[in-house]
């Protein structure tokens, strides 16, 4: 999913005061004959040909009559934050949607500090598309709850739907799977990324692979490696078979390396696959099997390789003949060393996209940076993520990469140990940095060769780094990387800090000097009331802030809350603790919103 | 600019609350403070390095440089293995779940219709594997050996000798070799009855079994 800068909101709220219903001309002359409509008629044959979201919103802007041929046309909606505007508003002014984004959680629920049962759920929406939008191709949901019968709403009111995607979403199991295979006839995209899965008991599992339609079905996309049980291999293949075209197959780790190779006999054309674990199972037999001839074939067309959870090693070796075609892949859950990426990443030269495991060493990022000169996006993730760890990755592996890669656009590095110098050679080397996300594991950690805090690194970064959007920072930081991130961060719209900063001077600098600042999300951070209040004039810019373990103060917040009457400022505590007014504020989450405070709100969450 | 005391004297005004509580602190909660820590201070660069027993000659020369708008002060040393925070390192569940997954074996009992199943990243040794697995089937006591470790059914005075598959598929002595390793490459633990245990791969001899 894109992380790009959702509406202008501000602009939105000004709308919605001037906003009447029925919205007809207010001049006293008598309208001349027939322009207005033949002017709407031209302006949605023009404005069809807008796409960006951000080029709609503006033209929405212009005036009465744009606005309302605008939100006639709009095909794709984007909503950021779903609390941001209510259903029943969306779907009435923008009524010929066909395809819809929508976000829930803030990202740092993915690493459980936002309690369970906060929100998101889905099924507003799923009851208001499913009244208004009867044309509704496309539904992509990020961190939102979807329930079994939301499911089921969606694909029995919808009679064009053809492709969902669930991003880490939860909430859901295999009957609601099922309802989506049966009922949704010509679904093409079946997406199921990092979800948390329900663990259904053995008898409630359904089996939801046979649920697809008997005839020849349009599948292009079939990704389910989150699904936690096992599915029906035999009307798995069989789905296979009669998918002609389907070009994306992304299996669970429960299908065996043999069950692999039946799976690619079926579809030899696809373009990406994903091959769940790539290892024998436990019956006999499979010990034969030899897969290099089915990626022999695959090599034709493959580009995307993924899976490999719990592989074994000895085996890698089979993908290597659709290596020199590769553009992306994926071995961040393949717990491989240097010497068995090696003999497969020298063949990659088309690489562009690489996740891997801190494994791999510094060494195995060497050989990555020898070999893919065209890597855009790479990410090392912590096979032990806890911070003291050995870390087998360092500055050593960075700026190898940086003297290698040099049109690398996206990073996220874990490590243990980092260099200012190796952050500064980085911000030199690769100047078409979007993304730059440094995790030093332990928390307030210095440059370990000078002992200095990170500062100038992430300077650095925000200096040399023209085109740079998104940036999360670590280890010993001090106001001055603020300092520098508020002067040199201009098109900087998501920022990420944990355990940094020294006083409300560095979470000023940020939100007085990043104009682009659309979300930003602190934990553990010593910034307070007067951080936040340097805010004020920025937050209807932006789609969230999240403070968590900071020092902020629930008059702070209250007083926020008071001058922005379209902000929804929750205080968040846990879900066990007694509500006390207790003056510490552990948990803000704060949101512009054009449908004020929300009706759902859980116990624990407080909406000042 | 001093927003520190500013803040803190205007908190502290008005809801009389302590501010140490909520004070960020490398320590577990509840862990003896200094009297002298200053609410608002972040730790000093000086004790940061100290504790983490990093390169110890910079101390002196860097502490100016990063404590311009900080003073030092002792707020509190963390213990020498960190708390665990939540959500740090900032990996989703799903990815740890899915790494994580690889220690979980499961251990039988010769004689025992049932396997149970642990999670080997849990323990720090073998010491908290072995009274883990003695809770687990209760009927056992730890019986210690000079260098060997058994569990004894005290009922009937069978002894059981824990061994592991290991990821070539030799069975092996548990506590042979050291514990990460073990963690690494086991695959299953059996408690195997002494009688059968002899046909295993030969112990080293140099027997220190103190494997932390």
Redesign the interface.
Known sequence: MSDDEDDDHRRSIDLAAGDKPGGGVLSSDPPPPFSDQVLENVLENVLQFLTTRHDRNAASLVCRSWYHAEAQTRRELFIGNCYAVAPARAVVRFPRVRAVALKGKPR?A????LPLGWGARFAPWAVAFSSAYSWLEKLHLKRMTVADADLALISSSLPLFRELTLF?CDGFGTPGLAYVAENCRRLRVLDLI???MEDDEDDEVVDWISRFPETHTCLESLVFD?VRCAVNFDALEALVARSPVLCRLRVNPHVTLGQLQRLMARAPQLTHLGTGSFRFGQVGGEQEVDLEPAFVTASRSLVCLSGF??LTPEFLPAVLPACPNLTSLNF??A?ITAEQLRPIILHCHKLQNLWV?DTVGDEGLQAVAATCKDLRELRV???H????SEGSVSDVGLVAISEGCKKLRSILY?CQRMTNAAVVSMSKNCPELVVFRL?I??????D??????M?DGFGAIVMNCKKLTRLAVSG?L???AFGYIGKYGKLVRTLSV??A?????GLRYVLEGCPKLQKLEI????F???GLFSGIQHYYNMRFLWMS?C?L?L?GCREVAQRLPHLVVEVIRERCEEEEN???VEKLYLYRSLAGPRSDAPPFVKIL | MSTDTARSSTESNVSGLDYEETELKLALPGASRTPAADADRKRGFSETVADLSLGASRTDSRAGDCSDDSQASAAGKPPAAKAQVVGWPPVRNFRKNVLKSCTYVKVAVDGAPYLRKVDLETYGGYEQLLASLQEMFSCFTIRKYQSERKLVDPVNGTEYMPTYEDKDGDWMLVGDVPWKMFVASCKRIRLMKSSEAVNLAPRETTGCTSTR
């Open positions: 740092f993915d690493f459980g500090l880490c990092e979800n948390d989150c959870r719990g961040s859950y717990e495991l993730f912590p096979f993520a806890i911070e003291d874990f995790c594991m332990g928390r307030h950690r210095p370990h060769r000078t002992g200095e805090a500062d010993l001090t106001d001055k944990a355990f900063g020294d006083s409300d001077l934990r553990d951070s010593p307070g009331d007067l373990s020092k103060s008059r207790v003056e510490a």
